[in-house]
Each structure stands twice: as C-alpha cells, then as structure tokens.
C-alpha cells in the first residue's frame, strides 16, 4: 500500500510569487489533514478535510493560503503571494475513519521563501 | 494556552544507555501519540496511547500514559545507533478530531 505522497519535496521560491503543494493521500482515506512546520518552532496544525468539505480550517494563517480537495482525493495547498515567513515544511497526513486509527504523515514539502 | 512541552530538546547519549523523554502537557487528553522522524523523512508512527495508565512497547522503545499527571513517557532501553531521529509526542483533544498539538520535538543521537 501506497503511504501519502507529497509533491514537490522541495521549493524555492521569491517573495510575491505563488507555489502550489500537492498531497495524495493514503487510498480510501477521507480524512486529510495539513500541517506545517516553521523553522525552530512546533508542527502545527492548519486544515482538515473530510472527503472533500473543509472541517477545520482554524490553522490557516490567513487568506493568502487556499486549500482545497475536488473529488476527496487529492489535496492541493496553494500560497498566494508568498511571504517569507511562510517558509517552513508542510506535512500533510490522512487517516481512513475518524478513529482512534492514527494519521499516516507524508515526507512533507520544504518551502523556503527568498 | 494549550502548550506540549518536551523534556529534553536535544539528548546525545552513547549505545547501551538508558534514557527517558518526557512530554507533559497543558490540558485534558485521554489520546496521545510518538512519533519518530528521521531527516527529510515522513512521521512514523510510534504509539497511540489511549487511556491512563497505557503502557506500549516495540523493541527498545516503552511509552507509557498518565493522564492525571498530563505526562507522557518515552523510554529507550539500551540504544542503539539506529534510534538516532527526532522524535515528536502529540495530543489530540478536540475529541478525536485528528487535530494534533505536538511538542517540540526531541533529537536523539546515539553515539557508537
């Protein structure tokens, strides 16, 4: 069985442009979570989707950051327009039911912001 | 505030040493999970400790669960080279949501 896959594992982008994450989680798995991690500082969590409806998306920073799920398959996490602050690794995760089952985490994306 | 906290931060230790990670936290939570990282690699799950009193263990590694004290346990029995990662306790306690509050993370680095 396939674990979650994110792409790309790496971006370098500048100040004011756009990048878009990508995560494919586990199949079969209607919970998606996205997390991120800032340099030096705790994971956080940012959204979670069930199929494809948002159910918590308390952890996003602010509007410059859209996520969405069509078809409750894959996920896309887009950063419009880039800050630097916004650097960081961005972990998503899913799970199938909403279980004591745990969260299968893919390798993330580094995200650095020049 | 809800706060994860770990104890220590970073810990280098040599092989067949005996160490102890801790992770208390902040506020009511009958759920919490280890998570081990190696670097530029995903988060493996370690153990999910569902009530107090839960003890787990998988080789070298024992997690234990006392949720009146709101601490965790994470002991390494004789290390070895190959537990040398960050490893990450979390609470869930929104009612098992998926919603995790992790801690800082701690860097283990076993020394031959």
């Known amino acids: 069985e396939a674990g979650v896959t994110q792409f790309p594992s790496h971006s370098v982008i500048e100040k004011g442009q756009t990048v878009t994450l990508r995560c494919d989680p586990i199949?079969?798995?209607?919970?998606l979570y996205w997390y991120r991690r800032v340099m030096g500082k705790e994971i956080k969590f940012l959204l979670h989707?069930?199929?494809?409806?948002?159910?918590?998306e308390s952890g996003m920073p602010n509007n410059r950051f859209l996520a969405e799920r069509t078809g409750g398959t894959y996920s896309t996490l887009k950063v419009q327009p880039a800050e630097l602050e916004d650097s960081g690794v961005y972990f998503c995760a899913s799970r199938r039911t909403a279980t004591n089952e745990k969260l299968f985490f893919g390798s993330g994306t580094q995200l650095s912001v020049l | 505030e809800l706060k994860v906290e770990q104890n220590p931060l970073f810990l280098s230790m040599q092989e067949g040493k005996n160490y102890t990670i801790y992770c208390n936290y902040s506020?009511?939570?009958?759920?919490l999970y280890w998570y081990r990282q190696d670097p530029g690699k995903s988060l493996e799950s370690l153990f999910v400790l569902l009530s107090n009193g839960a003890v787990k263990q998988e080789g070298r590694l024992m997690a234990s669960l006392d949720t009146k004290a709101r601490l965790s346990t994470l002991h390494i029995t004789a290390a070895v080279h190959d537990l040398s990662a960050t490893y990450f306790c979390a609470v869930d306690i929104f009612g098992n949501t998926g919603k995790l509050i992790f801690g800082q993370g701690t860097t283990l680095q076993v020394k031959p």
């Open positions: 506020t009511t939570s009958d759920r």
């Open positions: 989707f069930v199929k494809e409806s948002k159910q918590d």
């Open positions: 199949s079969g798995h209607d919970n």
